[in-house]
């Protein structure tokens, strides 16, 4: 490949990435490990295995869900070189609008204010304030891949379109750990060390570290404990299933299938890390199956595709 085919196998692996994680995910989605096990003695790998229960059952299968809908809200208000961030805002609540099958707690809080378009950021810190800032989930990582994939300014727009409905650093700081990677691998063709990442985290949060350093120092997954039951949502237990893949994921698909069968909040686990593995390892690298059986296949391809040649015509 030249260059600019290596760039956009990278961006479409970024991509696909993201929808292909969600939708498997999904399969395993709120369950704890030892009931991921039963209900897929083989192992969750293939769309058409997720039961279609009561949750799980509103969706086709092979379908993604608010994760990488809300990636698409950020994707569709690329202008000029960079992400619009009142679009963004805009998008997002035209997405709340059409009552969404699901949506994070804290995400609905914030877009659900009468006036949030024109004031995202205030809605966002006053709910940041009203839970004594401790709230720090992984609604606004679930998203971020695609901020990554901008040429430039990617730790700016990575911020503030966090802070669109997440205002804690811990989350501002896993959106820009998460982006930041994408976008060396991407652009610069540069995997960001343990010490870059480190270095990223201390501007942001010291408590980001110590994930940092349980999913660099940890060979075998379970260690992140994605299970876990009170803390499943936490963006940076989510960052740092991410990072694990980053760093000790040898394929896409192996890292895929280690996301999906530890279960705990699987679909938005599976958006990012996924996102970074098909970054890294690229479009060409992604089974073929996880691609042609996506619900809605047709319609997210034209999508990302048309998006892509934008990011790169406004490159040259």
């Known amino acids: 490949m030249n260059d600019i085919e290596n760039i956009k196998d ?3 692996g970024c991509l696909y990435g993201q929808a292909i994680g969600d939708a498997l995910g999904l399969g395993s989605e709120f369950m704890k490990k030892d009931e991921v096990s039963k209900k897929y003695p083989d192992g969750l790998c293939r769309y058409e295995q997720i039961i279609q229960d009561a949750h799980r059952g509103r969706w086709p299968i092979g379908a993604w869900t608010d994760d990488t809908d809300m990636m698409l809200c950020i994707l569709s208000a690329f202008e000029h070189g960079k992400f619009n961030v009142h679009k963004v805002a805009q998008n997002f609540k035209d997405w709340f609008n059409g009552e969404p099958m699901d949506i994070g707690g804290h995400t609905f809080k914030v877009l659900c204010t009468r006036d949030y378009v024109e004031q995202p950021k205030m809605w966002s810190e ?6 004594n800032r401790e709230s720090a989930p992984n609604g606004a990582l679930m998203r971020t891949s695609v901020v990554g994939l ?4 990617v730790e700016i727009q990575a911020t503030e379109i966090c802070k669109l409905t997440h205002y804690d650093p811990r989350c501002i700081g896993s959106c820009v750990i998460a982006s930041l990677i994408i976008h060396n691998l991407v652009w610069n063709n540069y995997r960001l060390l343990y010490n870059d990442i480190k270095e990223i985290a201390k501007k942001f949060d010291e408590r980001i570290i110590e994930w940092v350093e349980l999913a660099y120092r940890n060979i075998d997954i379970s260690a992140l404990d994605l299970d876990q039951k009170y803390s499943t949502g936490y963006t940076l237990r989510t960052l740092a299933a991410a990072l ?3 760093w000790h994921a040898s394929s896409f698909k192996e890292g895929l299938l280690a996301i999906v069968n530890e279960g705990g909040d699987a679909d938005t ?10 970054a890294k390892f690229g479009y060409s690298s992604v089974p073929k199956y996880y691609i042609e059986n996506l619900n809605n296949r047709a ?7 048309t998006f892509i040649n934008q990011v790169i015509d406004e490159k040259a």
């Open 10 to 12: 990278k961006m479409l």
């Open 126 to 131: 006053l709910w940041w304030n009203l839970s």
């Open 150 to 153: 901008a040429h430039d300014n």
């Open 244 to 246: 694990w893949c980053y």
């Open 269 to 278: 686990n599976g958006a990012i890390a996924c996102a970074v593995l098909g």
């Open 299 to 305: 319609m997210y391809h034209q999508q990302i595709t």
